[in-house]
């Protein structure tokens, strides 16, 4: 239940920072126009708006890769400790290798 939860939180951050990413206006104008970044420009000002995109881009980015280390390291389901293949058979020597003989020559006289 609580992967699931996290999983759902880790799915709501990314899908916000994608947006807040896309009103961002680049160089070329991107799709700030279309997302209403124009709109933001005019309530709070066209320095206020990139300042305020910006931080709100770090502190999504940073919640997302933490919550995505937190997953990791605790929440994510373990499998059960099994016991690998090489330490199964660590006690069994390797088999030798047989090196292919050529095969006989026969010299017959002309």
């Known amino acids: 239940m609580t992967y699931t939860l996290f999983i759902i939180v880790e799915i709501i951050v990314s ?17 700030a126009g279309t997302l209403g970044s124009a709109n933001m420009g005019t309530v709070f000002g066209v320095r206020r708006t990139s300042d ?15 919550l995505a280390l937190f997953i990791n390291l605790t929440v994510l389901p373990r499998p059960e400790e099994k016991e690998s293949i090489i330490q199964k058979n660590s006690s069994v020597p390797p088999p030798a290798t047989q090196i292919p ?3 006989p020559t026969q010299n017959q006289p002309k």
Do not use: C, D, E
């Open 15 to 31: 899908i916000l920072l994608i947006l807040v990413v896309l009103m961002q206006a680049s160089k070329g104008g991107g799709l």
């Open 101 to 103: 003989q050529p095969a």
């Open 52 to 66: 305020f995109l910006s931080k709100t881009t770090t502190i999504l980015a940073t919640i997302y890769i933490l």
